[in-house]
């Protein structure tokens, strides 16, 4: 039984570092795969020295903490990438703090793999053409500091944002969002705008954000807007007898 104990340490003494030498691999090869999936259209190199032959902290748009050994940060704006944005390639990097891929061309959903990237800080999605609901998955992930999605066409009921107690940013305008406005709370928030969407229910107390964070969403009732809140069914009239 010693012998056999001895020799399983022994062995995994001898794997352990391919595996953490294979999981790199892993992690480098779905960066490539991410990008591999995306066009550029203007005329700039489009695999940026994403290479396996190279180290990711040398890649264009990668930050890495050195330490750490891991992928911190890619941060490609403005590169007129188009294609689908494969959140399940990219959160391989499971490391990741921030990603910001404003004003491109990016299409359809924002997959709900997008929650494995449990170490974001920040997810700056604006200036693009993401189409969809954004997924539940974004509300489990609890150290999202600023999250950025306008100038889109998200749609649907967003997901339960308020439960992210560290969210300083959240901006969405200019999609076609519906449903209520998640319950924030507003003295924690810095950054708030959700103007331009199909908003329904009560407008929150606001504190100190304006109007124009919430204008052009005719559904929204209450508060500055034009048209009251229908009254909230009083207790009294269901019937009692019901709950007895
Ligand atoms: C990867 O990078 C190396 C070193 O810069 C280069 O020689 C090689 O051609 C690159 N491979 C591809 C497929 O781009
Ligand atoms: C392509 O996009 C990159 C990133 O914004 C920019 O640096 C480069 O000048 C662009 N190239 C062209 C030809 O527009
Ligand atoms: C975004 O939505 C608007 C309004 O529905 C539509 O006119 C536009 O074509 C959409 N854009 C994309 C890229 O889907
Ligand atoms: C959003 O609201 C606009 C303007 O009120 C309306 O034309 C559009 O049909 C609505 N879209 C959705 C998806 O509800
Ligand atoms: C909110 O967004 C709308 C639409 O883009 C803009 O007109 C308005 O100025 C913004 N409000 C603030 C406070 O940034």
Known sequence: MDRFMLWVLFTSLLIIPQVINSEEEVVKRSLINFLAQLTCNNNTDPNLNWNMSTDPC????VT????AMSVKKVVLDGFSFTG??????LCKAQNLNVLSFTD???????SAEIGNCKQLTHLLLSGNQFSGILPDSVSGLNNLKRLEIFNNNFSGKLPNLARISGLVSFLAE???ITGEIPSFDFSNLEYFNVSNNNFTGPVPDLKQFGFSCISGNPGLCGGPMPNACAPAPSPSTFPSVLFN
């Open 58 to 61: 040398f890649w264009t748009g």
């Open 64 to 67: 890495c903490d050195v330490r």
């Open 84 to 89: 689908s944005f494969d959140a399940g390639s």
């Open 104 to 110: 491109n061309k990016f299409i359809g959903d924002l």
């Open 174 to 176: 200019n999609n076609q």
